[in-house]
Nanobody
Framework: QVDLVESGGGSVQAGGSLRLSCAAS????????MAWFRQTPESLSREGVA????????TYADSVKGRFIISKDIVKNTLYLEMNSLKPDDTAMYYC???????????????????WGQGTQVTVSS
């Protein structure tokens, strides 16, 4: 079992920045695949935002590439998402996800992840 707790969400004006954190505990491993997803009330599914594979490889959705940075601190067992140049379209509930498996091409498939946090709300005003 892996427990994930997000923090760092809030309200910010367009162009601003926020840093989300996700503290992991339980049966975790430095080789776990970890990711950030987001979901709005209107959407039926969670959108993959950024993924960091067990070997440290990072992948980003086109919509956030160049603006968001995903990283993890293995010692603190914490995942981060640095969000810059925020836009109103970034408004969503952000979720941290993790899995022991190697995701490969499925890294943005929400259904592939077994562990989820409770989410943290990000609101960007224009």
């Amino acid at each position: 079992q892996v427990d994930l707790v997000e923090s760092g969400g809030g309200s910010v004006q367009a162009g601003g920045s926020l840093r989300l954190s996700c503290a992991a505990s339980g049966y975790t491993s430095s080789t776990d695949c970890m990711a950030w997803f987001r979901q709005t009330p209107e959407s039926l599914s969670r959108e993959g935002v950024a993924v960091i594979d067990g070997d440290g490889t990072t992948t980003y959705a086109d919509s956030v590439k160049g603006r968001f940075i995903i990283s993890k601190d293995i010692v603190k067992n914490t995942l981060y998402l640095e969000m810059n140049s925020l836009k109103p379209d970034d408004t969503a509930m952000y979720y941290c996800a993790a899995d022991h498996a190697t995701m490969g091409t499925l890294r943005f498939a929400a259904d592939e992840y077994n562990y989820w946090g409770q989410g943290t709300q990000v609101t960007v005003s224009s």
